[in-house]
C-alpha cells in the first residue's frame, strides 16, 4: 500500500511528464488500433467518400475529445470560465494558456491516426477511387463507351479485388499504385507541417512574447495550486468535522445510557464527563474545524469561495499603484523611533 502511495505522489507532483506519458501511450494505442482495424471499403458510388471521410475525421474527433476527458485541467479551466468575476477578475491570457497547454496534448494521437491513414493509403484510395484519369493510366479509347454512372460504378470498385471486372479498361494494380503514392505524398507532407507547427508554437512563440508567456504560465500554475490546497484543506475540515459529530454522538449516547443505569443508584462519576485525553483531542479537533461549525455556515463559506473569491493581494486593503503603495492617497509617513543610552 506504501508503494502505492508513493507512485499516487510522484504522479501529482510530476503531473505534466505524467500527462505526457498519457498521450504518448495515446498515440502508440491510436496507431496500434489502426493496424487491427477492419478497413472494408463498401466499393459503392455515394458511399465510398462517406465512408472514408467518417474513417478520417470520426476516431481523431473521438481521441481528442478522450485525451481532453483525461486531463485533470479540464474542470480547473471550466471553472475558471464559468465563475462569477467577484473580486479577482478573469484573465483572458491565462484561460488561453490552459486551453492551448490541454489542447496540444490532447492533439498528438488525433494527428497520429490522421498520419498513419495517410500513409497507409486504403482510405484515400477508397475515397477517390472514382476520381482515377482513365484516359492517362488506362485504355481511353473504350472509355467513351461507358456512360458516366457505368463508368464511376466501375471504378468504385478499384479498391475490392474480389468484384473488380474492369482490367479492360484500367487495371487495378496501377490505379492503386497512383492513388496510394498521392496519399503518401500527402501523409508526409502532413507530418512535416505538424512538426514544423509544434516547433513554432513550442519554441518560437515565447521567444516573442516571453513576458504574456510567463506571467500566463505563473498564474495558470497559481490557479492549479490554489484548487489543490483549498481541497486539502476542505478535506482537512471535513474529516475534523466528522470526527467532532461522532464524538459528539457518542458522548451523547454516553450519556444516556449513564442516565437510565442511574436510576434506583448513586452514579458513581458526574454525567458528561470525559477523560483528560478525549477532551484534550476534542478541542484539537476544534481548533481545526477554523470556527465553521455547522452546515449553513460551511454552505455560505463554499458559495463564497465559488462567487467572490479573495483578491490576489496579501495583506493590502486597496489595488496597488504603479508605485508599489496601495491606492492613489499620500505614501504613509515613516514611524521613526528614537533610543536613548545612558552611560554610567
Known amino acids: 500500500m506504501d508503494k502505492f502511495r508513493m507512485i499516487f505522489q510522484f504522479l501529482q507532483s510530476n503531473q505534466e511528464s505524467f500527462m505526457n506519458g498519457i498521450c504518448g501511450i495515446m498515440a502508440l494505442a491510436s496507431a496500434q488500433m489502426y493496424s487491427a482495424f477492419d478497413f472494408n471499403c463498401p466499393c459503392l458510388p455515394g458511399y465510398n467518400a462517406a465512408y472514408s471521410a467518417g474513417i478520417l475525421l470520426a ?16 474542470s480547473m479551466l471550466a471553472e475558471e470560465w464559468k465563475r462569477p468575476p467577484g473580486r479577482r477578475a478573469k484573465d483572458p491570457a491565462v484561460l488561453r494558456y490552459m486551453f492551448c497547454s490541454m489542447a496540444q496534448r490532447a492533439l498528438i494521437a488525433p494527428v497520429v491516426w490522421v498520419a498513419v491513414t495517410l500513409l497507409d493509403g486504403k482510405c484515400f484510395l477508397c ?5 482515377v484519369p482513365v484516359s492517362v493510366l488506362g485504355n481511353g479509347s473504350l472509355a467513351p463507351g461507358l456512360s458516366p454512372p457505368e ?30 503514392c498521392i496519399s ?9 507541417l505538424t512538426t514544423l507547427l509544434a516547433f513554432v508554437v513550442r519554441s518560437v512563440r515565447p521567444c516573442f512574447t ?11 500554475h497559481y490557479i492549479d495550486i490554489e484548487r489543490k490546497l483549498f481541497d486539502e484543506t476542505c478535506t482537512e475540515h471535513a474529516k475534523a468535522f466528522a470526527k467532532v459529530c461522532i464524538q459528539q454522538f457518542f458522548e451523547a449516547m ?4 449513564e442516565l437510565g443505569h442511574a436510576h434506583g443508584a448513586l452514579a458513581t462519576a458526574p454525567a458528561g464527563s470525559a477523560a483528560p485525553g478525549t477532551a484534550d483531542g476534542a478541542e484539537e479537533e476544534r481548533e481545526k474545524l477554523r470556527g465553521v461549525t455547522d452546515q449553513g455556515t460551511m454552505n455560505r463559506l463554499l458559495a463564497s469561495w465559488h462567487t467572490c473569491k479573495p483578491p490576489l ?28 543610552v545612558s552611560r554610567v
Open 210 to 220: 516571453q513576458a504574456a508567456f510567463l506571467k500566463s504560465k505563473y498564474w495558470s
Open 254 to 257: 454516553n450519556h444516556d445510557l
Open 184 to 192: 503518401q505524398a500527402l501523409g508526409w507532407s502532413f507530418v512535416l
Open 59 to 74: 476516431p481523431p474527433l473521438v481521441l481528442f475529445l478522450l485525451g481532453l476527458v483525461l486531463n485533470n485541467n479540464v
Open 127 to 131: 475515397a477517390f477511387c472514382t476520381a
Open 151 to 180: 463508368l464511376t460504378r466501375l471504378l468504385a470498385r478499384v479498391p475490392c479485388p474480389d468484384i473488380y471486372d474492369g482490367d479492360w479498361l484500367l487495371a487495378r494494380d496501377v490505379a492503386v499504385r497512383y492513388l496510394r
Open 313 to 340: 493581494r496579501l495583506g493590502q486593503e486597496e489595488p496597488l499603484m504603479g508605485n508599489g503603495w496601495a491606492g492613489g492617497g499620500p505614501r504613509p509617513p515613516r514611524k521613526e523611533v528614537a533610543t536613548y
